[in-house]
């Protein structure tokens, strides 16, 4: 995969304070993701720092998704926000980067650790809709799980045995015209069941993943079991 097909995209800890003398670059490391995307902004905050970036982005939009590149700052609005709460899109053309965090953080949480893939999962066998899945997630300071290999629906599936449907971290674009992840990038065709998506009475915008393992777009307000990600993070020594 060739450097111009790549995304350089932020999840940023906002616990840093601005007292912290570390070198935020030396905490990020390569995420394998194929790009360019397009991803909605809340706002653009041009020649920052990355430190400002990410305390900026914290501090006005409760942000933890920055797209940081030649000095300018955007500060990511989920793939699900309303349109009058965006200001605008960006189109990425660098890598995809990740700060990483100590496993600790995920154990203490409940969640069960894919070394292999560096995150962490959990199965939550309550019933929700979509956006108050999405909120226990970010609580624990990640996001419903995205899909981008095989494998990550194999760990998925590993989490529960009953035949049951989960929300995950699927919706679709403001305009409507396709479904991608709350971290970037669409929902590959070859995860959907047969003649799905079909966005069946032009209201689903959601995504679950069925009985039998393939992935269905869905009413958000319907209430399902859910599976939360956080990726595999370094905790900063302030």
């Not at 047969?194 to 679950?208: D, I, Q, T």
């Not at 393939?214 to 939360?228: K, T």
């Amino acid at each position: 995969m060739s450097d111009s097909r790549r995304v350089l995209f932020h999840i940023l800890i906002f616990s840093i304070s601005i007292s912290c003398t570390c070198t935020y670059e030396s905490y990020w490391r390569p995420f394998d993701y194929t790009g360019p995307v397009t991803l909605n902004y809340y706002r653009l905050i041009p020649t920052s720092g990355l430190g400002r970036c990410a305390r900026t982005c914290s501090s006005l939009y409760n942000s933890d998704q920055i797209y940081y590149q030649g000095g300018d700052c955007y500060c990511l609005a989920p793939v699900y926000e309303e349109s009058s709460l965006v200001s605008g899109t960006v189109t990425t053309n660098r890598e995809f980067w990740t700060i990483r965090q100590d496993v600790s953080y995920c154990t203490e949480r409940g969640y069960t650790i894919f070394s292999d893939q560096r995150y962490c999962l959990k199965y939550f066998s309550r019933n929700a809709t979509w956006y108050h899945a999405e909120s226990t997630c970010r609580q624990d300071g990640g996001h419903l799980v995205s899909l981008y290999t095989q494998q990550d629906l194999t760990n998925l599936r590993s989490l529960y045995t009953d035949d049951t449907i989960v929300f995950i971290g699927g919706h679709r674009t403001l305009d409507g015209t396709k479904l991608d992840w709350i971290t970037g990038g669409t929902v590959h065709k070859s995860f959907w069941g047969r003649g799905e998506p079909n966005n069946s009475g032009r209201g689903e915008r959601c995504v679950v993943v069925r009985e039998k393992g393939e992935l269905n777009d869905s009413l958000c307000r319907l209430r399902h079991h859910f599976i939360c990600q956080i990726l595999e993070l370094f905790r900063l020594s302030l």
